[in-house]
């Protein structure tokens, strides 16, 4: 059964505060892996294995948010699976191939504008492109329906806020931070928990969708090893975030309280943590893991790039949490506290993209 799950979807819209105009950052990354991807599955899926008399291939993207990210990703794996397909029709007596997608996110993803953006070229791709509402962390496809399966930049959101970090009876009280910085050893252990055990559920319910010999691809951001998060430029900004919620307190627009309460349910492995996840599970094996610079990490991000980027990605659970009206407040305060005091790239430490291609025994 799927867990009680947090929802907090990017922002949704097409407006210039939407995730769909602000999130090149993660299609940066996206990109970076397309040709590792293409070159994965024309080497090594094995179409025959997976059924000879395959007709219908199914592709599911867990945690699609909205557009263009999600379609670039699709249709990349769709191009390779195609071209892999015809290499082994020459060679063997194959069916002809239609493709099925799915699109899953929480049931309060804007699938709407999601849809409306799908680019015109993929609609002759895909005989039934479907929107499936509902945590991925917990089963949302049929047992044995996948043949790929795809997420980038998700499983660091949990399925929740860890217990007591909220509590100031707690050890794990994280006091006045709004995110798992690493700076409270028994703060970072709670997050640390929640974690292991969301990646436990959302690794049993893939490999319960996926067909034996099926594929998983993920991407996203982890730290290297021994690397604490508040050394990340990333972290950095959402410190400031906290402390522009604390001036707002000072002002009378929220309350101390308030931002005690609250915390981000966000969490950012170490590259061991994230390798001991996948192999404690058992029911798949690691094809590849790899780890390198984002791409965009070689220069230097601009403050309104910043602002904008984690806008886009925050400003749901900042409303559900402050309520209307503060988002406005907020990211002003941020840019102005990002220009008086820029981020040095050059002295933070960087998390990395990961690369992980798995499959189900």
Same mark, same amino acid.
């Given at each position: 059964?799927?867990?009680?799950?947090?929802?907090?979807?990017?922002?949704?819209?097409?407006?210039?505060?939407?995730?769909?105009? @602000?999130?090149?950052?993660?299609?940066?990354?996206? $990109?970076?892996?397309?040709?590792? !991807?293409?070159?994965?599955?024309?080497?090594? *899926?094995?179409?025959?294995?997976?059924?000879?008399?395959?007709?219908?291939?199914?592709?599911? $993207?867990?945690?699609?948010?909205?557009?263009? @990210? !999600?379609?670039?990703?699709?249709? %990349? *794996?769709?191009?390779?699976?195609?071209?892999?397909?015809?290499?082994? /029709?020459?060679?063997? /007596?194959?069916?002809?191939?239609?493709?099925?997608?799915?699109? %899953?996110?929480?049931?309060? +993803?804007?699938?709407?504008?999601?849809?409306?953006?799908?680019?015109?070229?993929?609609?002759?791709?895909?005989?039934?492109?479907?929107?499936?509402?509902?945590?991925?962390?917990?089963?949302?496809?049929?047992? %044995?329906?996948?043949?790929?399966?795809?997420?980038?930049?998700?499983?660091?959101?949990?399925?929740?806020?860890?217990?007591?970090?909220?509590?100031?009876?707690?050890?794990?009280? +994280?006091?006045?931070?709004?995110?798992?910085? +690493?700076?409270?050893?028994?703060?970072?252990?709670?997050?640390?928990?929640?974690?292991?055990?969301?990646?436990?559920?959302?690794?049993?319910?893939?490999?319960?969708?996926?067909?034996?010999?099926?594929?998983?691809?993920?991407?996203?951001?982890?730290?290297? &090893?021994?690397?604490?998060?508040?050394?990340?430029?990333?972290?950095?900004?959402?410190?400031?975030?906290?402390?522009?919620?604390?001036?707002?307190?000072?002002?009378?627009?929220?309350? *101390?309280?308030?931002?005690?309460?609250? @915390?981000?349910?966000?969490?950012?492995?170490?590259?061991?943590?994230?390798?001991?996840?996948?192999?404690?599970?058992?029911?798949?094996?690691?094809?590849?893991?790899? !780890?390198? &610079?984002?791409?965009?990490?070689?220069?230097?991000?601009? @403050?309104?790039?910043?602002?904008?980027?984690?806008?886009?990605?925050?400003?749901?659970? *900042?409303?559900?949490?402050?309520?209307?009206?503060?988002?406005?407040?907020?990211?002003?305060?941020?840019?102005?506290?990002?220009?008086?005091?820029?981020?040095?790239?050059?002295?933070?430490?960087?998390?990395?993209?990961?690369?992980?291609?798995?499959?189900?025994?």
């Amino acid at each position: 059964m799927p867990t009680s799950s947090q929802s907090y979807p990017m922002s949704g819209g097409e407006d210039q505060h939407s995730y769909i105009h @602000n999130s090149s950052y993660q299609k940066a990354a996206v $990109d970076g892996i397309e040709e590792k !991807t293409r070159q994965y599955i024309l080497e090594k *899926i094995d179409l025959l294995n997976l059924n000879p008399d395959l007709s219908t291939f199914t592709i599911a $993207d867990f945690g699609c948010s909205i557009g263009p @990210n !999600t379609f670039h990703a699709v249709q %990349n *794996i769709i191009d390779a699976v195609k071209r892999k397909h015809l290499k082994e /029709s020459q060679e063997n /007596s194959l069916v002809f191939l239609e493709f099925q997608v799915y699109f %899953n996110d929480q049931p309060n +993803n804007d699938f709407n504008t999601l849809f409306r953006s799908q680019p015109p070229s993929s609609q002759q791709e895909y005989f039934s492109v479907v929107g499936v509402p509902g945590s991925f962390y917990g089963r949302v496809l049929p047992r %044995n329906s996948i043949h790929i399966g795809y997420t980038s930049y998700t499983t660091h959101w949990l399925s929740k806020v860890p217990e007591h970090v909220c509590d100031k009876k707690s050890p794990a009280w +994280n006091k006045s931070y709004i995110q798992c910085n +690493n700076l409270i050893e028994e703060v970072t252990k709670a997050y640390k928990v929640q974690f292991t055990k969301d990646m436990s559920v959302f690794l049993k319910a893939r490999a319960e969708e996926l067909v034996p010999g099926g594929l998983m691809i993920a991407l996203g951001q982890c730290l290297p &090893d021994g690397v604490p998060m508040y050394e990340t430029w990333s972290c950095i900004v959402k410190d400031t975030i906290g402390d522009c919620l604390l001036d707002m307190a000072i002002s009378g627009l929220t309350t *101390i309280e308030k931002i005690e309460l609250f @915390n981000l349910p966000v969490y950012f492995p170490e590259f061991s943590e994230l390798k001991g996840a996948i192999e404690q599970n058992g029911s798949f094996t690691i094809e590849m893991m790899e !780890t390198e &610079d984002h791409p965009l990490e070689a220069m230097q991000l601009t @403050n309104d790039f910043i602002t904008s980027m984690f806008r886009a990605i925050f400003s749901k659970v *900042i409303e559900e949490h402050f309520g209307n009206g503060v988002v406005d407040e907020l990211f002003d305060k941020l840019a102005k506290k990002l220009s008086k005091q820029p981020i040095d790239f050059e002295k933070c430490k960087k998390q990395m993209v990961y690369y992980i291609v798995f499959k189900r025994k």
